[in-house]
């Protein structure tokens, strides 16, 4: 389960590292609060198309069919305590044993860490390959809230790490004592890759008019719902990023300035 993702781009820790290299601004796990990840899979192509509506069809996984009866993305209940609910999944209460126990062998845990950024602090992340919501099929990145002395302890305890999303981050495995600890850390945040492309008029359509827009130097558009902690980015129509898969940000409202709003107004800045 806490194994690093066996992506075909990755490298034992036996093969030379990367060069350090300076990261473009949307590989800087600032510019989205769960951290290099996301990025990666909101840059990846190749998926196969499918309609935001919905498409009929049975889930690939125990993961997926479990994620399609927990509701669509745009489906955010927020109580008004601070916190929100998305897919099933409590922002600010759900804990990593909570989220193990829902999608069983389908999650993938490990500490996620930059390349080209010396001294970055890791990141625990959790993905689920194939989810599925409702019927719309794509990624699932989830975040969670941990101490940093507790992570840098953890990754120099880490028994393997593979190179991956083509040598942009190093994914470290969790020690079996680490992931025990590990499993009563509160999930932070989420995001949910599409494997259907969004347009404007689609998320408009299903979404509403978000409270701000900030457009990115490089053309791509923010999407800001702060009463339901959710920011959705869209990829530019040329350019880069042209080809990137739209993300949809989850947190719980209460944390959307300080892990969403911010971060992104500091990117845009040029930070």
């Given at each position: 389960?806490?194994?690093?993702?066996?992506?075909?781009?990755?490298?034992?820790?036996?093969?030379?590292?990367?060069?350090?290299?300076r990261?473009?601004?949307?590989?800087?796990?600032?510019?989205?609060?769960?951290?290099?990840?996301?990025?990666?899979?909101?840059?990846?192509?190749?998926?196969?198309?499918?309609?935001l509506?919905?498409?009929?069809?049975?889930?690939?996984?125990?993961?997926a069919?479990?994620?399609?009866?927990?509701?669509?993305?745009?489906?955010?209940?927020?109580?008004?305590?601070?916190?929100?609910?998305?897919?099933?999944?409590?922002?600010?209460?759900?804990?990593?044993?909570?989220?193990?126990?829902?999608?069983?062998?389908?999650?993938?845990?490990?500490?996620?860490?930059?390349?080209?950024?010396?001294?970055?602090?890791?990141?625990?992340?959790?993905?689920v390959?194939?989810?599925?919501?409702?019927?719309?099929?794509?990624?699932?990145?989830?975040?969670?809230?941990?101490?940093?002395?507790?992570?840098?302890?953890?990754?120099?305890?880490?028994?393997?790490d593979t190179?991956?999303?083509?040598?942009?981050?190093?994914?470290?495995?969790?020690?079996?004592?680490?992931?025990?600890?590990?499993?009563?850390?509160?999930?932070?945040?989420?995001?949910?890759?599409?494997?259907?492309?969004?347009?404007?008029?689609?998320?408009?359509?299903?979404?509403?008019?978000?409270?701000?827009?900030?457009?990115?130097p490089?053309?791509?558009?923010?999407?800001?719902?702060?009463?339901?902690?959710?920011?959705?980015?869209?990829?530019?129509?040329?350019?880069?990023?042209?080809?990137?898969?739209?993300?949809?940000?989850?947190?719980?409202?209460?944390?959307?300035?300080?892990?969403?709003?911010?971060?992104?107004?500091?990117?845009?800045?040029g930070?």
């Amino acid at each position: 389960m806490d194994s690093p993702d066996p992506t075909p781009s990755s490298a034992s820790t036996s093969a030379a590292s990367p060069a350090p290299r300076r990261l473009r601004w949307w590989q800087r796990p600032s510019v989205i609060s769960l951290g290099a990840t996301v990025l990666l899979l909101a840059l990846a192509g190749g998926w196969s198309a499918w309609e935001l509506r919905g498409v009929p069809g049975q889930a690939d996984s125990a993961g997926a069919a479990a994620a399609g009866q927990a509701g669509m993305p745009w489906q955010v209940n927020a109580p008004g305590d601070g916190t929100s609910e998305v897919f099933g999944l409590h922002l600010g209460r759900s804990s990593l044993a909570d989220v193990t126990h829902r999608f069983e062998r389908d999650l993938r845990v490990a500490l996620v860490v930059p390349l080209g950024q010396p001294g970055a602090v890791p990141a625990l992340e959790a993905y689920v390959e194939t989810f599925q919501a409702g019927g719309i099929q794509g990624r699932l990145v989830l975040a969670f809230d941990a101490d940093a002395a507790w992570l840098g302890d953890a990754l120099r305890r880490s028994p393997r790490d593979t190179v991956a999303g083509s040598g942009s981050v190093r994914q470290h495995a969790l020690s079996e004592d680490d992931r025990l600890q590990a499993q009563s850390l509160v999930l932070s945040a989420l995001a949910f890759v599409p494997a259907a492309r969004l347009d404007e008029a689609t998320v408009q359509a299903r979404f509403g008019a978000p409270a701000e827009r900030v457009v990115g130097p490089q053309g791509e558009a923010q999407w800001l719902y702060p009463d339901r902690g959710l920011a959705i980015v869209l990829p530019p129509a040329e350019g880069d990023l042209a080809r990137a898969k739209a993300v949809l940000q989850y947190v719980a409202p209460r944390d959307f300035d300080t892990r969403l709003r911010d971060p992104l107004r500091r990117a845009g800045a040029g930070g």
